[in-house]
C-alpha cells in the first residue's frame, strides 16, 4: 500500500561522520527504488536509484543498500558536510507502472 | 540536465476562487507527469498522473472535479485548484519522465513546487 508519513523522523550527525538513513517499504512487487533529496521549500533532487536485481549501488559520497528479504533500504552517507541538511525520501515503482510511491522521509541534520 | 519548471512558485488567494499552476518540462517532452501534493512535516502524496492528449488517472480519493489537471502538449500540463479552501493550502510539486538512469530506469525530474496559501 501507499506509505504516508505524519512525522519526519530526525537523524543528527556531526559533520565529517557518516550518516545512514533506513526505508521500509511493504510491497514485494517494487523492483526499482530511488532516494531523494528535499531542501527546505524545495522539489526532490534525485540522489542516486537501484534496482531489484542488485543489492548495493555507489554514487559519490553515496551508497543505496538494498534487502529485498526484509524489504530495506538504506542510504549512506559519507563524510557529511553542511549542505546535506535536508529531508530524505526513499521512492519505489513497480514493473510496468509509473507512478513512484514516496516513504515517510527522514531529516538530516548536520552539526558543526 | 533536465529541468521541470513549476509556476508560480507561491500563490495566496481568497476561499473560493481558482488557481491554475503550470508544470513545465524545458528541455525534453513528457507524456506523463505527475502532480503530487506535500503537507508540512509529511512526504509526498500522488494525486494523479497526468497524460498527454488523455484524461488525468487520480489516485483513490482526489476528486477529479476540484483539481483539474490538463496535460495539452508534450512539454505542459496544468493543475487547477478549483473553488479553493484553506484546507487545500499546500505544496503542490509536478513530476515528469526524463532521461534514464545508469541502471536504465526513467528518472524521474521534480519540479521545484507551487506553495498554495487559501485564506
Known amino acids: 500500500g501507499e506509505s504516508v508519513g505524519l512525522h519526519l523522523p530526525t537523524l543528527s550527525v556531526q559533520e565529517g561522520d557518516n550518516s545512514i538513513i533506513n526505508c521500509a517499504y511493504s510491497n514485494s512487487a517494487s523492483d526499482y527504488f530511488i532516494w531523494y533529496k528535499q531542501e527546505s521549500g524545495k522539489g526532490p533532487q534525485f540522489i542516486i536509484d537501484?534496482?531489484?536485481?542488485?543489492d548495493k549501488r555507489q554514487g559519490q559520497r553515496v551508497t543505496v543498500l538494498l534487502n529485498k528479504t526484509v524489504k530495506h533500504l538504506s542510504l549512506q552517507i559519507a563524510a557529511t558536510q553542511p549542505g546535506d541538511s535536508a529531508v530524505y525520501f526513499c521512492a519505489e515503482k513497480t514493473q510496468g507502472a509509473q507512478k513512484l510511491v514516496f516513504g515517510q522521509g527522514t531529516r538530516l541534520t548536520i552539526n558543526p | 540536465g533536465a529541468v521541470v519548471s513549476q509556476h508560480p512558485s507561491w500563490v495566496i488567494c481568497k476561499s473560493g476562487t481558482s488557481v491554475k499552476i503550470e508544470c513545465r518540462s524545458l528541455d525534453f517532452q513528457a507524456t506523463t507527469m505527475f502532480w503530487y501534493r506535500q503537507f508540512p512535516k509529511q512526504s509526498l502524496m500522488l494525486m494523479a498522473t497526468?497524460?498527454?492528449?488523455?484524461?488525468?488517472?487520480?489516485e483513490q480519493g482526489v476528486e477529479k472535479d476540484k483539481f483539474l489537471i490538463n496535460h495539452a502538449s508534450l512539454t505542459l500540463s496544468t493543475l487547477t485548484v478549483t473553488s479553493a479552501h484553506p484546507e487545500d493550502s499546500s505544496f503542490y510539486i509536478c513530476?515528469?519522465?526524463?532521461?534514464?538512469?545508469?541502471?536504465?530506469?526513467?528518472?524521474?525530474?521534480f519540479g521545484a513546487g507551487s506553495r498554495l496559501t487559501v485564506l
Open positions: 497526468s497524460n498527454e492528449g488523455s484524461k488525468a488517472t487520480y
Open positions: 513530476s515528469a519522465g526524463s532521461r534514464p538512469s545508469t541502471v536504465g530506469a526513467n528518472v524521474l525530474t
Open positions: 537501484i534496482r531489484s536485481n542488485m
